[in-house]
């Protein structure tokens, strides 16, 4: 049944919206009735990054509002579509946009479209997204491939694997220490250099905070003590679940602004910034990711 609006369903609710093992087959197959793409890669695409869904062939376009259960994005720069296609060869579904915690959704519901990618049969998982870049050495624009990351809200028991857990999607203590393939790292480095991007590209951790505020400067300043270079308000939970049914991940934040560590500074983040760069290294970003799906 297609929700007429994602907050009234979840809003307050902890542990209330979790779909089982049965309900997210019903809704995988419910998908794959409507398309002829049967995807073993997905790609899910961070503010302002929804682009990446232009370099795909044959596209068949589903709306989230019109799958069972999606959580409906409602942040501009996440258009909040599922879109099936060729991507050099390869069958892929993509996700144009996601849903965050600070939109109201629940954890388990914002890690709902993993579960059902992992039971449409998909092995190999891209996660994107925009981040505030807490390493100094960083560039607005650069491209970071992920090789940690910091779960800051599952200090408070925020993590989407709380509750019962059902062995058939993975283990009731998974290990998180190797989130991010190595292969798959390495893989994104070697192709950025070959693409002549060797300048903008980096590597660190990634931090997880809830959001919608932008950081104060006291929390950059812990985060950077913390071993953290980039910061957002996503992607830990849909790697966490990933990680948990034995997806192989690779998360890629594009730097959109520099974080704020001086307590003078004039300078605020903003998300228009955020979509402005993710518009300026579109092209890259598809290229990259494209030519490392070409090798897979
Ligand atoms: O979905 P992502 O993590 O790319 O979005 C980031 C975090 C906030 O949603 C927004 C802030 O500008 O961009």
């Known amino acids: 049944m297609p929700m007429e609006n994602g907050y009234n369903e979840v809003s307050g609710v902890v542990n209330g919206s979790k779909y089982s093992y049965e309900d997210v087959q019903r809704i995988a197959q419910s998908v794959l009735d409507r398309v002829k793409c049967r995807p073993h890669i997905g ?14 062939g044959d596209k068949e376009i589903i709306q989230y509002e019109d799958i069972e259960g999606f959580p409906v994005s409602t942040v501009p720069g996440h258009a909040g579509r599922l879109v099936f296609g060729s991507l ?17 959704y629940d954890v388990h519901k914002i890690i709902l479209p993993v579960r059902v990618m992992k ?10 997204n925009a981040a505030g870049g807490i390493n100094q ?15 800051m809200p599952g200090f408070a028991a925020v993590n989407p694997l709380v509750g019962p857990n059902d062995d058939r999607f993975g283990p009731r ?25 060797k300048d903008f590209i980096q590597n660190g ?26 910061t957002g308000m996503s992607t830990v939970p849909e790697v966490l679940v990933a990680n948990h049914c034995g997806m192989e991940v690779c998360g890629i934040s594009l730097i959109t602004n520099k974080c704020v560590m001086d307590y003078d500074s004039k300078q605020v983040a903003n998300h228009e910034e955020v979509l ?21």
């Open 88 to 104: 050099q060869g390869k069958q892929v579904v993509l996700m144009q946009g996601r849903a965050h915690l600070y939109e109201g």
């Open 43 to 56: 790609i899910i695409c961070g503010s302002g990054l929804g682009g990446l869904a232009e370099v795909l």
């Open 205 to 230: 951790v990634y931090c997880f905070l809830g959001g919608p505020s932008f950081e104060t400067v006291t929390e950059c300043r812990f985060l950077k003590v913390a071993g953290v270079d980039a």
């Open 137 to 151: 050495d960083f560039n607005v624009g650069d491209i970071m491939i992920i090789k940690d990351h910091f779960n």
């Open 276 to 296: 402005e760069t993710g518009e300026k290294r579109a092209k890259d970003m598809q290229q990259l990711i494209s030519t490392v799906v070409a090798d897979l």
């Open 119 to 128: 039971l449409m049969e998909v092995r190999i998982l891209f996660v994107t």
């Open 173 to 197: 203590f998974p290990p998180a220490s190797q989130c991010y393939s190595y292969r798959l790292r390495k893989l994104i480095q070697e192709t950025g250099e070959k693409l002549g991007m």
